[in-house]
């Protein structure tokens, strides 16, 4: 990496505040600078996540730096214990605080005496990888740290571990995964990690019947979760008719029922209608229908299957995050390491349908056809939960972008 | 949390000794906390017309800066003048001037820039990386204007370092010239000097304005703001750079501040006009009188108003003078510190009141001191409907960051008594519903 130009890709310290940021009853206490804690606001306001009395700074002075006095952050941690008495105090290093070594689970260890609250320390300062690796690590400690074994089980209920807020439509794809779970199943969501959810949700999250695993970063907590309460997960996300049909099938083989035959109905036919785009592309003269992906890599694998299922090519699947975070990355995706290597890319499409995020979109000349799939969210805003990139509501409105990209094509 | 509690930590204004120690924080633990440097830097970046920013920092550093001009022309939006190069854990490690070097490279290949700013982080300076000589190196390889700013906030107490820092960066780009009786405007970080009475009264008296920094210029004027005959210093970040105009170019400076105070102003007048040498305008006797008439007829509405100070575009301590001038109660002022500057409104300020010092930017506890001390009147940026649910007005003063003048004293006394007013309806009822 060399020179940025636009926005970067969110470090792993930002995934793991903005996915915790949205465990209700608990509080994040950010040893560093103050200025960070200030500067995020905007970012996490936009995101719709609230911080007031969530999340605080200790800041940092030069004497802290110097002499790596720690003693700001345990007079911080006894006072938002005594004054806010929540459940679970999240202690956030920073990247200063990271890069001269602080040892903040052994300032936890020695304050814990003295607070009610349980400590749950992230060292990541930044420097550990990008969101992908954050969420990942926050996903893996709640499940270690905070859920618990021998909950009594609540058939019918399900947790879902893999929500990102920094997804875009992450609000929006969790209702539509909802709506499916009860329409196929009649099930109902009990934790969320990490959305809108709270710690008693996630402390008692071993009594769900399932878990579903909405992206690779969280295959680590689905495991740990199986040897802890021996729930069972299924990993994947509904994309598509046909790959949401394949995926509520797969969720039903788990739980040994068989999905709704309507929905299952439903699905078939609006796939088998979908399938006619091939015979579309093939009648075309000059051209060969063709996408390009720019976003999530477990998006980008979900619509990519969908799209090449209807006969336009992924000529090119790229991850806005760095694979190595996943255990076992899909084929066919890539992750460019430059900007530049976007931007050549980009530059270099023509007559494509691009799934792509906003910067992505500028770089790209107006002969391809857009549909935003992934944040940043630069033009406009996310306002509609109702409007899921993921399942059949999702589907349709890529379909919509199919037909005007189509319209473009001879 | 006890507002009462909360209150016995903080010493009064007349307790102050020495501010660094004595001017406590309401918790350890803040929120929002203070703005950093780095914002302070691109705050400053904005207004130099042709200048880069180059960032070097985490990528979440990065990240919220750019986040910040994307929607802002003055920046030239997503594909504008805010740029960075993100550093890793192998640059801390082994040092990232190389990877600097290469992105430098970049930037030149694509934009062949006029100036740029290489503003490091807190990263960066903890692993001390050489940026100084870095920016030298790269200024003559590509014979282009290369300047290091330092923002580290571990060093400092909030943005306004970073804004003077790069100011006086710009001293690097000024030429000696011939001095062609114009003045710099050495500090103003919000609205356009030219919007403002100032501005207005200066070109009356046919006096040019040459450089104004950083409220928007161009690099030819910093490239000739030696050509000056005075600097008017708006603002105490203009004045490292104006002392070192001073003494190499010989440029004398005005303290010129956002004074609410007409005897304040008037004396910054006569002071600017004295060293222009030229007569003080006809028109400011008509001004000065004017303010001093809004500041009497708001007496009667502000009377015994009690107030909890936060932050205004003014000089803390002069706008509180003020306000208790007026018979208003200042019952706690959040503040960054108290300089010699200040030593005859903290006096002023005595004659009246004696409120609780705290440090600003912590507005969290703050829910619980209201409780104890039932101000009428907030000033500064705080969640609204919580005031008002404490029955509390809140005082807007942003618009008068782009103020110089009489101007000031006239808009401060219209949005207190709106505020004053609003707040009795609030507490009526009134307003809630």
């Known amino acids: 990496m060399s020179l940025t130009r636009f926005l970067p890709v969110p470090s792993d310290r930002m995934g793991i505040l903005w996915s915790l940021l949205n465990i209700e009853d608990s509080v994040i206490v950010e040893y560093g600078p103050a200025g960070t804690t200030h500067f995020s606001m905007s970012l996490f306001g936009e995101l719709g996540i609230e911080q007031e009395n969530r999340l605080f700074t200790t800041h940092l002075r030069e004497d802290d730096v110097v002499m790596g006095d720690t003693s700001r952050l345990e007079k911080a941690l006894v006072e938002v214990d005594n004054n806010f008495h929540p459940s679970v105090i999240f202690v956030s290093a920073s990247s200063c605080s990271a890069v001269i070594g602080t040892d903040l689970r052994g300032v936890c260890t020695m304050i814990k005496p003295k607070v009610n609250a349980r400590l749950v320390a992230f060292e990541q300062g930044g420097f550990r990888g990008d969101y992908s690796a954050g969420i990942r690590e926050t996903y893996r400690l709640l499940a270690e740290q905070i859920a618990e074994s021998g909950v009594p089980k609540r058939a019918g209920t399900y947790n879902i571990i893999g929500a990102s807020v920094g997804s875009y439509r992450c609000k929006a794809d969790m209702l539509e995964t909802e709506r499916l779970m009860r329409e196929a199943f009649g099930m109902e969501p009990h934790a969320r990690l990490c959305l809108e959810t709270d710690l008693e949700r996630i402390r008692t999250m071993g009594g769900a019947e399932i878990n579903l695993v909405m992206r690779g970063e969280a295959l680590d907590a689905a495991r740990m979760l199986e040897s802890k309460c021996g729930t069972p997960y299924v990993c994947g996300a509904p994309y598509g008719y046909a790959g949401t049909l394949a995926w509520l099938e797969s969720v039903g083989k788990t739980l040994g029922r068989e999905p709704a035959p309507a929905l299952v109905g439903e699905l078939k036919k609006r796939a088998a209608e979908a399938m006619q785009y091939k015979m579309y592309g093939r009648m075309l003269r000059r051209d060969r229908p063709q996408a390009l992906l720019y976003g999530d890599c477990e998006t980008v694998r979900g619509l990519g299957e969908f799209l090449e299922s209807i006969g336009i090519t992924p000529a090119r699947r790229i991850s806005i995050h760095n694979l190595s975070t996943l255990e076992t990355p899909p084929e066919g995706i890539e992750y460019l390491p430059t900007e530049r290597d976007r931007m050549e890319l980009l530059r270099g499409m023509q007559r494509t349908l691009i799934l792509v995020d906003d910067t992505s979109r500028r770089l790209a000349d107006s002969s391809n056809t857009y549909m935003r799939i992934s944040t940043p969210v630069i033009d406009g805003a996310q306002v509609a939960t109702h409007m899921p990139v993921m399942g059949p509501r999702g589907a349709d409105m890529l379909m919509e972008y199919v037909e005007a990209y189509f319209n473009t094509l001879k | ?433």
């Open chain 2, 1 to 433: 949390m006890d507002g009462n509690e909360l209150l016995s930590r903080l010493k009064r204004l007349s307790e102050i000794d020495d501010p660094r120690k004595d001017i406590h924080s309401l918790t350890y633990a803040q929120f929002p906390g203070t703005h950093c440097p780095l914002m302070g830097a691109a705050m400053a970046v904005r207004g130099i017309d042709g200048a880069v920013m180059m960032i070097i920092g985490t990528d979440e550093c990065s990240y919220y800066t750019k986040h910040m001009t994307i929607y802002s022309d003055d920046w030239g939006g997503l594909d504008g003048r805010c740029l960075s190069v993100t550093i890793d854990q192998h640059d801390i490690t082994f040092g990232c001037v190389k990877k600097v070097e290469a992105a430098f490279a970049e930037l030149m290949a694509e934009r062949r820039p006029e100036a740029v700013f290489l503003v490091t982080t807190c990263v960066p300076e903890i692993i001390g990386d050489d940026f100084d000589a870095a920016a030298d190196a790269l200024s003559e390889q590509y014979g282009v204007p290369v300047m290091a700013v330092h923002t580290e906030h571990f060093k400092c107490e909030n943005h306004m370092p970073g804004v003077e820092r790069t100011i006086t960066a710009c001293f690097g780009l000024m030429q000696p010239c011939e001095q062609d009786g114009s003045v710099n405007v050495l500090g103003q970080r919000m609205g356009r000097f030219e919007d403002t009475e100032l501005s207005r009264v200066l070109e009356s008296a046919g006096v040019r304005i040459g450089a104004r920094l950083p409220s928007g210029c161009t690099l030819a004027e910093i490239h000739r703001a030696s050509a000056a005959k005075v600097n008017i210093v708006v603002n105490d970040i203009g004045l490292p750079l104006a002392k070192k105009m001073k003494q190499r170019f010989g440029t004398p400076y005005v303290f010129f501040d956002k004074f609410v105070e007409p005897r304040h102003i008037a004396e910054a007048y006569e002071n600017l006009f004295a060293f222009l040498e030229r007569p003080l305008p006809m028109e400011l006797a008509d001004l000065r009188a004017e303010a001093e008439k809004a500041a009497e007829s708001g007496k009667a509405a502000l009377r015994g108003v009690s107030f909890i100070y936060g932050n205004t575009p003014f000089r803390a301590f002069e706008a509180c003078a003020f306000m208790a001038s007026l018979g208003m109660e200042p019952q706690l002022v959040q503040c960054h510190g108290i300089g010699e500057a200040d030593a005859e409104d903290v006096r002023q300020i005595l004659t009246h009141a004696d409120p609780y010092i705290t440090q600003s930017a912590n507005i969290s506890p703050m829910q619980y001191i209201y409780d104890v001390l039932r101000p009428q009147l907030y000033l500064g940026h705080e969640y609204p409907m919580r005031l008002r649910k404490k029955g509390i007005a809140q005082v807007h003063t942003d618009m008068g960051g782009g103020m110089l003048g009489y101007e000031v004293t006239g808009y401060f006394v219209k949005q207190l008594a709106a505020a004053a007013e609003e707040g009795k309806n609030i507490r009526k009822g009134g307003a809630m519903q």
